[in-house]
């Protein structure tokens, strides 16, 4: 079974930067043949897909995002990385790493960004 574990939110003043990681594992898991999406969830809303990132590199990103968030994979490690500049509040949410496409992976805890204005 895959495990996908999400790390580096926490509190941020509006403006500042953060840097998420994403470490997927299993037995039978391979990481460099998916595309992959950093997603998040801000409280009362539904989940979204923030970015994304396919097998040869290229990277989309959602209008509310684009110009302040870069995603960018190493699939030496099997990790996704999402960095998050010029925070706004409204970028407040759990974030959740997963494959692009369905079927999703185990949707793994996520971790938390505040940003404080």
């Known amino acids: 079974q895959v495990q996908l574990v999400e790390s580096g939110g926490g509190l941020v003043q509006a403006g500042g930067s953060l840097r998420l990681s994403c470490a997927a594992s299993?037995?039978?898991?391979?990481?460099?043949?998916?595309?992959w999406g950093w997603y998040r969830q801000a409280p009362g809303k539904q989940r979204e897909l923030v970015a994304f990132?396919?097998?040869?590199?290229?990277?989309i990103y959602a209008d509310s995002v684009k110009g302040r968030f870069t995603i960018s994979r190493d699939d030496a490690k099997n990790t996704l990385y999402l960095q998050m500049n010029s925070l706004k509040p409204e970028d407040t949410a759990v974030y959740y790493c997963?494959?692009?496409?369905?079927?999703?992976?185990?949707w793994g805890q996520g971790t938390q960004v505040t940003v404080s204005s």
């Open positions: 997963n494959s692009r496409y369905l079927p999703y992976l185990t």
């Open positions: 299993g037995s039978i898991f391979r990481f460099n043949v998916r595309d």
């Open positions: 990132i396919t097998v040869g590199g290229n990277t």
